[in-house]
Protein backbone atom coordinates (compact mmCIF):
# COMPACT_ATOMS: atom_id res chain seq x y z
CA UNK A 1 0.00 0.00 0.00
CA UNK A 2 1.16 3.28 -0.85
CA UNK A 3 1.56 5.81 1.87
CA UNK A 4 -1.02 8.05 0.91
CA UNK A 5 -4.62 9.30 2.51
CA UNK A 6 -7.07 10.06 -0.71
CA UNK A 7 -10.14 10.98 1.66
CA UNK A 8 -11.26 11.46 5.46
CA UNK A 9 -15.38 10.86 5.88
CA UNK A 10 -17.11 12.20 8.74
CA UNK A 11 -20.23 10.73 9.49
CA UNK A 12 -22.24 13.56 10.18
CA UNK A 13 -25.98 13.88 12.39
CA UNK A 14 -26.92 16.87 10.11
CA UNK A 15 -25.35 17.57 6.73
CA UNK A 16 -26.76 21.02 6.42
CA UNK A 17 -25.40 22.22 9.44
CA UNK A 18 -21.97 20.56 9.22
CA UNK A 19 -21.78 21.90 5.78
CA UNK A 20 -22.33 25.60 7.02
CA UNK A 21 -19.58 25.05 9.62
CA UNK A 22 -16.99 23.56 7.16
CA UNK A 23 -17.77 25.87 4.04
CA UNK A 24 -19.26 29.44 5.57
CA UNK A 25 -17.59 29.13 9.15
CA UNK A 26 -14.13 27.23 8.43
CA UNK A 27 -14.05 28.43 4.67
CA UNK A 28 -12.90 25.24 3.37
CA UNK A 29 -13.75 25.36 -0.67
CA UNK A 30 -16.33 22.78 -1.24
CA UNK A 31 -16.65 21.26 -4.66
CA UNK A 32 -20.25 22.00 -6.41
CA UNK A 33 -23.37 19.38 -5.53
CA UNK A 34 -26.67 19.01 -6.31
CA UNK A 35 -29.07 20.25 -3.77
CA UNK A 36 -30.98 16.66 -2.75
CA UNK A 37 -27.20 15.09 -2.70
CA UNK A 38 -26.02 13.54 0.35
CA UNK A 39 -22.40 13.85 -0.05
CA UNK A 40 -20.43 17.15 0.83
CA UNK A 41 -16.98 17.32 -0.45
CA UNK A 42 -14.14 19.77 0.37
CA UNK A 43 -11.04 20.18 -1.61
CA UNK A 44 -8.10 19.82 1.03
CA UNK A 45 -4.29 20.48 0.12
CA UNK A 46 -3.26 16.69 -0.95
CA UNK A 47 -6.55 15.06 0.24
CA UNK A 48 -10.36 15.76 0.15
CA UNK A 49 -12.68 16.21 3.06
CA UNK A 50 -16.07 14.47 2.39
CA UNK A 51 -19.49 14.75 4.89
CA UNK A 52 -21.88 11.86 5.04
CA UNK A 53 -24.44 10.92 6.63
CA UNK A 54 -23.56 8.94 9.94
CA UNK A 55 -25.75 6.35 9.42
CA UNK A 56 -24.74 5.80 5.75
CA UNK A 57 -21.33 6.00 6.06
CA UNK A 58 -21.29 3.63 9.01
CA UNK A 59 -23.70 1.54 6.33
CA UNK A 60 -21.26 1.78 3.19
CA UNK A 61 -18.13 0.62 5.97
CA UNK A 62 -20.05 -2.72 6.87
CA UNK A 63 -20.04 -1.32 10.69
CA UNK A 64 -22.65 -1.05 13.09
CA UNK A 65 -23.77 2.42 14.37
CA UNK A 66 -23.98 1.49 17.76
CA UNK A 67 -21.95 3.35 19.89
CA UNK A 68 -18.57 1.81 18.04
CA UNK A 69 -18.25 3.12 15.11
CA UNK A 70 -16.41 6.26 15.08
CA UNK A 71 -17.88 7.66 12.18
CA UNK A 72 -14.80 8.35 10.50
CA UNK A 73 -13.40 6.52 7.37
CA UNK A 74 -10.23 6.94 5.92
CA UNK A 75 -9.67 6.39 2.02
CA UNK A 76 -7.15 5.06 -0.39
CA UNK A 77 -7.89 5.77 -3.77
CA UNK A 78 -5.76 3.33 -6.39
CA UNK A 79 -5.65 3.82 -10.13
CA UNK A 80 -7.54 0.08 -11.17
CA UNK A 81 -9.43 -2.42 -9.55
CA UNK A 82 -7.08 -4.86 -9.31
CA UNK A 83 -5.14 -2.47 -7.24
CA UNK A 84 -7.95 -2.54 -4.94
CA UNK A 85 -7.94 -6.34 -4.38
CA UNK A 86 -4.37 -6.05 -3.80
CA UNK A 87 -4.13 -4.01 -1.22
CA UNK A 88 -7.43 -5.73 0.33
CA UNK A 89 -5.18 -8.65 0.12
CA UNK A 90 -2.00 -6.78 1.56
CA UNK A 91 -4.27 -5.66 4.65
CA UNK A 92 -5.33 -9.12 5.29
CA UNK A 93 -2.40 -10.82 5.31
CA UNK A 94 -1.12 -8.26 7.27
CA UNK A 95 -3.71 -8.79 10.46
CA UNK A 96 -6.27 -6.63 9.09
CA UNK A 97 -10.06 -7.86 8.48
CA UNK A 98 -12.01 -7.30 5.60
CA UNK A 99 -15.07 -6.30 6.06
CA UNK A 100 -16.67 -5.37 2.91
CA UNK A 101 -15.12 -7.43 -0.03
CA UNK A 102 -14.46 -5.35 -3.05
CA UNK A 103 -17.21 -4.40 -5.47
CA UNK A 104 -18.46 -2.85 -7.67
CA UNK A 105 -20.30 0.53 -6.08
CA UNK A 106 -23.32 2.41 -6.77
CA UNK A 107 -21.42 5.56 -7.68
CA UNK A 108 -19.77 4.07 -10.50
CA UNK A 109 -16.36 2.75 -8.98
CA UNK A 110 -14.94 -0.29 -7.25
CA UNK A 111 -14.36 -0.21 -3.52
CA UNK A 112 -13.96 -2.66 -0.41
CA UNK A 113 -13.15 -1.83 3.30
CA UNK A 114 -10.70 -3.03 6.17
CA UNK A 115 -10.48 -2.84 9.43
CA UNK A 116 -7.42 -2.43 11.61
CA UNK A 117 -6.33 -4.06 14.66
CA UNK A 118 -8.43 -1.50 16.38
CA UNK A 119 -11.28 -1.55 14.10
CA UNK A 120 -10.60 2.20 12.31
CA UNK A 121 -12.47 1.50 9.06
CA UNK A 122 -10.47 2.00 5.73
CA UNK A 123 -11.83 2.13 2.08
CA UNK A 124 -9.71 1.48 -0.65
CA UNK A 125 -11.44 2.35 -3.91
CA UNK A 126 -10.61 3.07 -7.59
CA UNK A 127 -12.93 5.96 -8.34
CA UNK A 128 -13.59 5.81 -12.63
CA UNK A 129 -12.76 9.57 -12.81
CA UNK A 130 -9.59 9.97 -10.80
CA UNK A 131 -6.85 7.96 -8.67
CA UNK A 132 -5.94 10.54 -7.00
Given at each position: MDPRITLVTLGVSDLADSIR?????????????????????????????????????AEDAAATDDGGFSGVTIAHNVSTKEEVDAVLDEA?????????PAQETFWGGYSGYFADPDDHRWEVAYPPLSAE
Open positions: FYRDGLGLPMQDRADDSDVAFFALDGAWLSLYPRDLLAASGGRIVK
